[in-house]
């Protein structure tokens, strides 16, 4: 009896083995089969589902190993929006990182507050540099206030500006060498505090003066009037 010769492949094709490509569980098959085709032969369904497994086998070898690349080609919009905003924050704090000064609560004085006080004699309004007496609270508390007021909590904003003040002061909190907690406050911040105080001793002037008004208008129409009955 002739022996039966085995089939002859291209040169440079290896001939695949049981190794190289994982056989299906004939019972998971069966099934798809049913589910792909249940109105037709058995051996029509078996090999669609044949066909599907196959694809899903080279397209899983295929794919790429990483986690960014996987959502790249394969990510819902959603994820993908999600990965942007990620990344955006990650900017974001980056570059507080560099246009930041620190402030240590457990110091008489630190660069932030330094920085502070310079920004508001340029201002001219703090002449005794109170900013540098400064508690922590009081300092947190100025700086989510004025913080809030230059935000607007827009849809893709801030999400430091829905923060609570314990969450606020912690989103800004970093650990030192020492074991000490310090807070990164960006320049721009410190900048806005500034502002916000000069605001406050503007309207402070104001009420003050308002109150002092009669009195100064009566002085005024004193001196007027003595200086007329002299001539």
């Known amino acids: 009896m002739k022996k039966k010769q085995p089939l002859s ?33 058995p051996k029509v369904g078996l090999e669609l589902a044949m066909r599907f497994y196959f694809e899903a086998v080279c397209l899983s070898r295929e794919l790429p190993t990483g986690f960014d690349d996987l959502l790249t080609a394969f990510g819902s919009t959603e994820r993908k929006d999600s990965r942007l905003m990620r990344e955006a924050g990650e900017i974001m704090r980056d570059r507080w990182e560099v246009n930041a000064l620190k402030f240590e609560p457990h110091t008489d004085s630190d660069d932030a507050r330094r920085y502070l006080d310079g920004q508001c004699r340029l201002l001219g309004v703090l002449k005794k540099r109170v900013s540098l007496r400064w508690s922590a609270e009081t300092f947190f508390k100025k700086l989510r206030g004025c913080y809030k007021l230059n935000s607007m909590p827009v849809a893709q904003g801030s999400a430091q500006y829905h923060l609570t003040a314990r969450k606020f002061i912690a989103s800004l909190s970093r650990a030192g060498d020492d074991g000490r907690v310090y807070y990164l406050i960006p320049c721009r911040w410190l900048a806005w505090l500034a502002e916000y105080e000069k605001r406050c001793v503007s309207k402070q002037r104001k009420k003050s ?17 003595s200086g007329s009955v002299a001539e």
């Open 9 to 41: 492949l291209p040169p440079g094709v290896m001939k695949p083995t049981p190794e190289d490509f994982p056989r299906p569980d004939p019972m998971d098959l069966a099934k798809l089969a049913a589910m792909l085709l249940p109105d037709q032969a």
């Open 209 to 225: 003066w308002r109150k002092r008004r009669p009195e100064v208008v009566n002085r005024i129409f004193e001196k007027s009037s």
